[in-house]
């Protein structure tokens, strides 16, 4: 576990938006991100905080010229496949969606996962309705010259609650961490 310092270094993007790693105080507003994004299975503000605190290295955020966070990424690398980032959720505010932060803040944090830790594959879950994650994973992958797989990982079935669609698992790679 670490935990982000505020002096760690930031990418800048455009309109004024960097994208560095997450801080304990950026939970609020992460749950604030999820909970508007309309797409994200809201999870408590209490995990939000819990995940600034115990997976900063594996977050990122996006700030306005402010210093506000305006998008997200939360990720873990698998215990059982250490060189694998799970990205858990991406989240970008409405006023910010489709200028690039979210591909942006996946770029940033596999890049500084790969540096911290080494990285051959991202891995995650989109559900079959959520055509802008299908398209901002499958774009990463064009960037970084990777393959993309899908399968069910989860049917609608595993859920506890009706409506929920199936989640199919992404696994893009293999990566070359030196390249990211």
């Known amino acids: 576990m670490t935990t982000a310092q505020t002096t760690a270094p930031t990418t800048p993007l455009t309109g004024g938006v960097r994208v560095g790693p997450a801080e304990i105080e950026d939970g609020a507003d992460l749950w604030r991100i999820a909970r508007g ?40 690398l698998r215990p059982d496949a250490p060189g694998t980032l799970f990205v858990w959720q991406v989240a970008v505010e409405d006023s910010h969606r489709g200028s690039g932060v979210a591909g942006a803040l996946l770029d940033a944090l596999s890049a500084r996962v790969a540096a911290e830790h080494g990285l051959d594959r991202v891995e995650a879950t989109v ?34 609650t009706a409506g929920h669609e199936a989640e199919v698992l992404y696994r893009i790679g293999p990566l070359d961490s030196a390249a990211l």
């Open 37 to 76: 994004s309309g797409e994200l299975d809201l999870n408590s503000p209490y995990s939000y905080l819990l995940w600034c605190r115990d997976f900063a290295d594996t977050t990122a955020v996006a700030r306005d010229a402010t210093g506000r966070p305006v998008g997200f990424v939360t990720g873990y």
């Open 127 to 160: 559900t079959p309705g959520n055509l802008a994650s299908d398209r901002m994973f499958r774009s990463y992958a064009r960037r970084h010259g990777a393959e993309v797989t899908r399968e069910v990982l989860f049917p609608a079935a595993s859920f506890p």
